[in-house]
Structures are given as structure tokens and as C-alpha cells.
């Protein structure tokens, strides 16, 4: 069996396939939202299918050209009254066994509207049941806490978006060129990464495994980024977590922080200011914060070189798995044992 490790490894690979074969996989799609003008986007899923939207959304929307919104399934289904029927509904989860992403598809294409699904493989419950089925690129997942799926939904969303912008004349085919030429370089700039995140955590770990609270933020993408850490940090080596929006971190907070919560700030240097103001506080107050990117605040931080302007989420990505792969591998988790969710299963189900 691979460690988690030599699955987060696979990464690099699965999106440089992904950039590759985009045209072929995305074909039905863009057929279709050129026989049926949509004006906007709408991305659904629940858990990391949910992160990974909220990871993507602002730069689908910013190259397609069209409004793009995210909504859990749940909410989805119970708290959206206002349908809009010129809309293109974009369903993922990457086992297509999600049961409520499943029955909010059913919901929009019993109705008529145009729905598509971004999944692990076109048999799959939820892809059989889609009118446009898209092949996430993530290939076979050993471990059911996922990191391939969320890169590979991240990166998707965001090609998805680049293609309908060019076949709407929203990008020019300069403009698609140039974000292609970045997405070309996210998979290597994300090897590096992930090699440097390794060296950074052993000598770094320590005081993350001794706190009550890991807290991890970010601005613009990286917030879904954030997010995505928290949910990993509790799946993985179950160490309370949650992520913030920069901004918001700082209004509630930051009155609560102490040398319990250890917080790490992921900086592209958007809002840099602020993102090294809090990391500042955190090291200098509570002796607990660390940043991971660009731009640094000092000892213990993790400084890298970003490659991209707009694929920051992707490049970063490791700091966040490795991170939580690492914590758990230290303090004994064995990822190998299997999984009895029969207890849980007795209350609840979230996949059938």
C-alpha cells in the first residue's frame, strides 16, 4: 500500500494529464454551452468538492466572463428558491456517490436546465445520471481523505472556465495563451513545493502538534485553500482546525487568539500587509504563527518562489496536504488501518 505521501506526490502528474487532455474531455461541454448561450455559472458540491469551488470560483469567473457563484448541495436544496434557467450547473464529487450533490442534479435536470458533472470516472452513480459527464483527471485515490480530487477540481474549474471564455470571446486568444502558459507551470512549481514543505515541517512540526487549534488563512483563492487545510488537518491527524478569509480572521478572531492556536498564513502577496501584520502578532505575542509563500514575516517561516499569478492555490496546495499527512504520521496515526465507519454509518450517510 502507498503512503499518503506518494499519493500527494502523484499531484504534479495528474494536473500536467489534466492541461493535456482538456480539449477532449471538455468537447461535450463547450458544445453545449454553444448550442445553449449561459450567463452564468453556478459550482456545487459538498466537503472538498465544496472547497475546491470556493478555491476556483473567482478566477472561473474572472476568464469566463460570466457571474460564477458556489453553493453546497444542502443549501442548495433546501435554501435556493430563485432558479436561474439560463444558468450552466456544475455538480462535482469526485466518487459520484454523494448523495445530496446527486439529488440537487436530478433537482436542475428534471427541470430542464443545463447540468454537467465533474467526476472520477464516467461510471460513477452521479456521472450515469449527468447529460455531460467530465473526467476530474484525478485517476484512482487510495485514501478517502482526498488531495489528488482537490487539485484536480481546483484545476479543472478553473480550465473549464478558460474554455468557455474563449469560446464566448470573453478572453482573447492572446489572453488564453497566456493563462495557459501559467497553467503549464503549476505542476512542477508544485513538486518543488511539496519537497521544500518536508524540510520546512521538520524542524516546524513540533509546535503544531503541541496546539490546541490550528487555524489556517488566506486572501482571494487561497481562502478556499484555507479551508480545504482545516478540513484535512481534522480528517487526517485529528487536530481541531478551521480556515478563514484574511480579512475575516481578524474581526472576532483575533480577540480569541493565543498560544494555544497556531496560526498559518498562506500569502501569494495579495493583502501582504495585512497576511505578515497578523503572523507578526501571532510569533511575537503567542509564539505560535507561521507563514507559507512569497513573502515571509521571518524565522520558521516557509519562504517560496511562486511561478504563477493566477494558479497560487495549485502551487500551494502541498503546504496544506503535506501538512496534514505529516502530523498524523508523527504522532502515530496509522493511515493504513482500515476505515469502520459502521458506527457513524448507524446515524448518518453521506454517500451511497
Known amino acids: 500500500m502507498v503512503t499518503m505521501l506518494e499519493v ?24 453545449a454551452v454553444n448550442e445553449r448561450k449561459v450567463n452564468e455559472i453556478i459550482l456545487i458540491g459538498s466537503g472538498t468538492s465544496n472547497t475546491s469551488a470556493l478555491t476556483s470560483r473567482s478566477f472561473v469567473e474572472k476568464v469566463s466572463g460570466l457571474r460564477t457563484t458556489v453553493v453546497s448541495s444542502n443549501e442548495f436544496i433546501y435554501d435556493r428558491y430563485v432558479y436561474n434557467p439560463d444558468a450552466l450547473y456544475i455538480f462535482t464529487s469526485q466518487t459520484g456517490t454523494s448523495n445530496f450533490v446527486r439529488r ?27 447529460p455531460i459527464f467530465v473526467d476530474m483527471g484525478c485517476g484512482y485515490e487510495e485514501y478517502p481523505m482526498r488531495t489528488i480530487g482537490y487539485c484536480a477540481s481546483v484545476f479543472t474549474q478553473m480550465l473549464i472556465g478558460l474554455e468557455i471564455g474563449l469560446a464566448y470571446e470573453n478572453l482573447s486568444d492572446k489572453a488564453y495563451d497566456a493563462y495557459i502558459a501559467q497553467a503549464a507551470l503549476v ?59 484574511l480579512e475575516e480572521g481578524l474581526h472576532g478572531p483575533n480577540y480569541g487568539y493565543d498560544n494555544n492556536h ?25 509564539g505560535n504563527g507561521f507563514v507559507a509563500g512569497n513573502s515571509v514575516y521571518g524565522e520558521g517561516d516557509l519562504l517560496v518562489e511562486l511561478v504563477t499569478k493566477d494558479f497560487t492555490c495549485l502551487e500551494l496546495a ?35
Not at 495528474?14 to 493535456?20: F, G, K, N, S, Y
Not at 513538486?191 to 490546541?212: C, E, F, G, P, Y
Not at 498562506?266 to 505575542?285: C, P, Q, T
Request: some cysteine.
Open 8 to 31: 500527494i506526490e502523484r499531484i504534479p502528474s495528474r494536473l500536467e494529464q489534466i492541461l493535456d487532455t482538456r480539449k477532449e474531455h471538455f468537447a461535450k461541454l463547450i458544445l
Open 104 to 130: 440537487a442534479q436530478k433537482q436542475l435536470k428534471d427541470k430542464g436546465y443545463l447540468t454537467c458533472c465533474i467526476s472520477e470516472s464516467a461510471t460513477v452513480p452521479l456521472a450515469e445520471e449527468t
Open 187 to 245: 505542476a512542477k512549481s508544485n513538486q518543488s513545493i511539496l519537497k521544500k514543505t518536508v524540510k520546512w515541517l521538520d524542524a516546524n512540526k513540533r509546535k503544531m502538534l503541541r496546539s490546541q487549534l490550528i487555524v489556517f488563512t488566506g486572501a482571494g483563492q487561497l481562502y478556499g485553500l484555507a479551508l480545504e487545510g482545516a478540513m484535512k488537518v481534522w480528517e487526517i491527524p485529528q487536530i481541531a482546525s478551521v480556515g478563514y478569509e
Open 262 to 286: 497556531c496560526v498559518i498564513v498562506l500569502n501569494d502577496g495579495r493583502e501582504k500587509e495585512k497576511a505578515l501584520a497578523l503572523a507578526g502578532y501571532m510569533k511575537e505575542v503567542h
Open 318 to 352: 502541498p503546504v496544506v496536504q503535506v501538512l496534514a499527512y505529516r502530523l498524523a504520521n508523527d504522532q502515530g496515526r496509522d493511515l493504513l488501518a482500515p476505515h469502520d465507519n459502521s458506527m457513524m454509518e448507524s446515524y448518518f450517510r453521506t454517500h451511497g
